[in-house]
């Protein structure tokens, strides 16, 4: 087979050909080099960048890469999409109405309504910490006697003369210990303990000594006119072992608490349940 030589001119066509060829023929560049593309591959998710803490509010701050999302971003809170009210197209937002002695965990999530369909990027999960508990102090025992010669003769000093001012200094898990004797006055609780730290009023177990007879603690109403004697308006309270008498109208009575009860008024526990009223004379 014979070969000719291709001339010069010849070439140099036929790469210009090929050229004009290569070119740009009116196509379109693929969509995510075009600018202001909505291609789901450009969008990122925002990035939590704080989260303020106080009251039972909390603040979370974020920040966003690239293409802001024209639907705005909602709050997910422990995994769960929040209210529509959460939503913004800020920076930040203010959730109220948190339990924050628990952890409460957000993360922030973009949408991309620009987008057909609509994309959704969801940030890091980010967490509170919750505030450290204040350990109870030490169990109390809290002496009343109505003369301070019983305290005396136990060899107990007793640190009031009043009941209602030692349910007054009580805190959750002390205990109110009467010296026997007559208490001739209405008793109220101020405020109640826990369910893991009661407060208790009790009676001093004793036969060393005696007050006019008396070896236990006797609340007595009968001279006091139309009144409840013992008055508790809170849970968490224990009432072990005194006698309640003279009441006009209710011996022992709690509004809103039940008063699961031994025999007649040995023992009455107040747990946090409920019963509208219990009366024992």
């Not at 919750?130 to 350990?135: A, G």
Request: with cysteine.
């Amino acid at each position: 087979m014979k070969t000719f030589p291709i001339h010069p001119l010849v070439l140099l066509t036929i790469a210009s050909i090929a050229l004009i060829g290569c070119g740009d023929s009116g196509g379109e560049a693929p969509a995510d080099q075009l600018p202001g593309s909505t291609n789901q591959t450009t969008f990122s998710a925002p990035t939590i960048s704080g989260i303020s803490t106080g009251g039972s509010q909390a603040t979370i701050s974020w920040s966003q890469t690239g293409i802001a999302p024209e639907g705005g971003y909602d709050v997910i809170i422990n995994g769960t999409l929040a209210s529509t009210q959460y939503r913004s197209t800020g920076s930040s937002m203010a959730v109220p109405g948190l339990d924050l002695s628990n952890s409460q965990c957000f993360a922030i999530e973009g949408r991309f309504t620009q987008a057909d369909p609509a994309v959704l990027m969801r940030s890091e999960q980010s967490c509170t910490t919750p505030p450290p508990v204040t350990p109870l102090d030490p169990a109390t025992v809290l002496y009343v006697s109505p003369d301070e010669a019983i305290g005396s003769c136990l060899g107990i000093t007793a640190d009031y003369g009043s009941i209602n001012n030692a349910l007054a200094a009580a805190t959750p898990g002390d205990t109110v210990r009467l010296l026997p004797g007559i208490y001739r006055s209405e008793v109220a609780f101020p405020h109640g303990g826990t369910l893991s730290h009661p407060i208790t009023l009790t009676h001093t177990p004793t036969s060393v000594c005696t007050a006019g007879g008396e070896r236990s603690a006797k609340v007595d109403c009968s001279t006091l006119g139309n009144v409840n004697c013992v008055t508790t308006n809170h849970g968490n309270v224990i009432i072990d072992g005194l006698e309640v008498s003279g009441a006009y109208f209710n011996g022992i009575k709690s509004d809103g608490h039940s008063l699961p009860m031994a025999a007649g008024v040995d023992t009455v526990q107040l747990k946090g349940t409920t019963m509208s009223m219990v009366q024992t004379m």
